[in-house]
């Protein structure tokens, strides 16, 4: 009988402790292993425009080859990304050198949308101010009326609205006379209106922009440009003045029409580079999609909202002719120009625009803020067919765009009813 509740006492014990045990297990964490979730890749804008930019290439390419130009480079940037970079031929015709994302083309006068990129930075930040004198930087300048003299603004210069002849001593710059001789003689210049009232495109006048900010930062064009534009923009490859792209070996060489787009080189030389502001920078295919890439970008910090808006306001009407824009067709309801870029009012659209030409380079930039788009070409054989790419892809762009804006409308209108 005692075995038996010794027995009995062992194994519940036992049962007890075992009991224990479990509870103990139970009571205990379990470990399980985490499997991170693999993060997704940061959203890119572009897709947003596939199919035009698709059938852009394709009409870009056919547009290269029939206008037979020996080398070329086309970029197109969204909403602060490369959407599309095109290289095409070589530098120089009878060689083997390709042009390449960083070979570096005049961009003549597309430079003035260079330069106003600048001096909108320049104002923003209170060193130069676009509503300044001229004769308070350059005291001895002088112009043809002491009343022109004394009004002339420095907005007046960057915008053609100096109230000069058009293209005053354009023949002295080609003929290589150094700007601070030809700035002298600007007082025999005939002034066909008070500064600020009518449009008269210029080159040197334009140029006077360099003479002030050396006279305000005893810095020259160069060194400024490098600072404030080339360095935060992204535009490695970029310089200003004839000596920087003759030592360049990455550069695209001239060429000259002999007829039925049939092209040969030409010598490189130095026309318009005495007007740095106006026709002396240069750069690559990749430098103008990095500048238009902070253009189209709301968020980027290389340039303010309040610099953003100075250099983008129209300030004068340009008459132009209809030959100017005829490869847009009719789409072209006004025509303005700000600090540097010509402003279009294109198919419902503000557009700033440039174009360039100088011995043997075609160069040529647009941007639309509201669509957060823009589209530079660049050419070392100029020929009429390259001047149908810009207005071909906001063609194209657009009526994409105002097909989506139509249907999405559609659709409200549907689920309202």
């Given at each position: ?65 029939a206008s037979g130009v ?65 004769i308070d930087y350059i ?115 001239p060429h000259f029409n ?160």
């Amino acid at each position: 009988m005692r075995k038996k509740r010794y027995y009995f006492v062992v194994i519940l014990a036992v049962l007890l402790l075992i009991a224990f045990k479990m509870q103990s297990f139970k009571s205990q964490p379990v470990e399980v292993a985490q499997v991170e979730e693999p993060t997704p890749p940061p959203y890119n804008p572009v897709i947003e425009i596939q199919n035009p930019l698709a059938r852009f290439d394709s009409i870009l390419d056919a547009n290269v080859k029939a206008s037979g130009v020996v080398g070329a480079a086309a970029v197109v940037t969204y909403k602060g990304k490369i959407a599309l970079m095109k290289c095409y031929g070589v530098r120089k015709a009878g060689s083997n050198e390709p042009i390449d994302k960083n070979t570096i083309f005049r961009l003549a006068s597309v430079s003035k949308s260079i330069t106003g990129v600048l001096a909108g930075i320049l104002d923003d930040e209170d060193i130069v101010d676009l509503d300044d004198r001229v004769i308070d930087y350059i005291p001895d300048f002088s112009l043809k009326t002491q009343k022109s003299t004394n009004e002339l603004r420095i907005r007046h210069i960057l915008s053609h609205t100096s109230g000069l002849i058009p293209h005053a001593y354009d023949l002295m710059v080609e003929d290589h006379v150094p700007l601070d001789k030809i700035i002298e003689r600007l007082d025999e210049v005939d002034v066909t209106a008070a500064p600020g009232q009518l449009y008269g495109y210029q080159n040197v006048v334009y140029s006077i922009y360099d003479p002030i900010t050396k006279a305000k930062t005893k810095k020259n064009y160069d060194a400024l440009m490098q600072e404030k534009v080339f360095g935060p923009f992204g535009m490695h490859d970029a310089s200003v003045g004839f000596d920087a792209f003759e030592n360049d070996d990455n550069k695209a060489w001239p060429h000259f029409n002999k007829g039925h787009n049939r092209f040969s080189p030409m010598r490189l030389n130095d026309r318009y580079y005495n007007t740095a502001p106006a026709a002396g920078v240069n750069a690559s295919i990749s430098d103008l999609g990095n500048l238009l890439a902070q253009l189209t970008d709301p968020e980027s910090k290389a340039l303010s909202k309040h610099a953003r808006e100075t250099i983008f306001t129209p300030q004068v009407k340009s008459p132009l002719s209809r030959n100017y824009f005829r490869s847009w067709g009719r789409g072209i309801q006004s025509k303005q120009y700000s600090i540097g870029w010509r402003i279009v009012d294109y198919k419902g659209r503000r557009v700033a625009y440039h174009g360039g030409f100088v011995s043997g380079y075609k160069a040529e930039i647009a941007y639309c803020e509201d669509d957060e788009i823009g589209i530079a070409f660049l050419c070392n054989s100029p020929a009429s067919e390259t001047a149908k790419n810009i207005p071909a892809f906001l063609n194209i762009l657009f009526e994409e765009q105002d097909r989506l804006a139509e249907n999405k409308a559609a659709e409200s209108a549907a689920d309202k009813s």
